[in-house]
T-cell receptor, first 114, second 109 residues
Framework: ETGVTQTPRHLVMGMTNKKSLKCEQH?????MYWYKQSAKKPLELMFV???????ENNSVPSRFSPECPNSSHLFLHLHTLQPEDSALYLC?????????????FGEGSRLTVL | GQNIDQPTEMTATEGAIVQINCTYQ??????LFWYQQHAGEAPTFLSY??LDGLEEKGRFSSFLSRSKGYSYLLLKELQMKDSASYLC??????????WGAGTKLIIKP
């Protein structure tokens, strides 16, 4: 138990569907992150939120839309995805974005796009 | 560009010692992390090095040489539960985390 909870754990969707991934952290952290993890590749940072404000968008396609209503919750809205978007999506949190503390990860949402 | 290199896969025997290497080329340096990730689970923090030298934590140790852009994770008295992927990450001058692709460690009886 890392204090970061992601739902759903598994998701299968068609290219025309709309779905959302949810992340919640119970650690009192101020920063939250979305990462994409594909087999045998480094973690790819997608979005960063610090105190609910988006501070990073790493050239992510607009079919991925993040939302951060408060410091404890983070969503990733998905629409018209492509099969190459199939991956494990990891949420993480940390005290802040400009310190040397470690990230705490959720167990991920395994996404399959058909 | 920024780059982290680590072996893709390693195999070791239960009870033995294994060293997983990580070399990095980044814009600045604000610490190096090792994470463990079991299949289907969250990556979990193992160690943090910001100064040169060896940090020991139980059966696991992590070493850093900033001048060489090099780190290793040393696992002693290997147990079957140590079978996992080990991720190396460096925080650069902008406090961005640069990740390696991970090393899958297979422990055999």
């Amino acid at each position: 138990e890392t204090g970061v909870t992601q739902t759903p754990r598994h998701l299968v969707m068609g290219m025309t569907n709309k779905k959302s991934l949810k992340c919640e952290q119970h650690l009192g952290h101020n920063a939250m992150y979305w990462y994409k993890q594909s087999a045998k590749k480094p973690l790819e940072l997608m979005f960063v939120y610090n105190f609910k404000e988006q501070t990073e968008n790493n050239s992510v396609p607009s079919r991925f839309s993040p939302e951060c209503p408060n410091s404890s919750h983070l969503f990733l809205h998905l629409h018209t995805l492509q099969p190459e978007d199939s991956a494990l999506y990891l949420c993480a949190s940390s005290h802040g974005t400009s310190d040397t503390g470690e990230l705490f990860f959720g167990e991920g949402s395994r996404l399959t796009v058909l | 560009g920024q780059n982290i290199d680590q072996p893709t896969e390693m195999t070791a025997t239960e009870g033995a010692i294994v060293q997983i290497n990580c070399t990095y080329q980044t814009s600045g340096f604000n610490g190096l992390f090792w994470y463990q990730q079991h299949a289907g689970e969250a990556p979990t923090f193992l160690s943090y090095n910001v100064l040169d030298g060896l940090e020991e934590k139980g059966r696991f140790s992590s070493f850093l040489s900033r001048s060489k852009g090099y780190s290793y994770l040393l696992l002693k008295e290997l147990q079957m539960k140590d079978s996992a992927s080990y991720l190396c990450a460096v925080r650069d001058s902008n406090y961005q985390l640069i990740w390696g692709a991970g090393t899958k460690l297979i422990i055999k009886p």
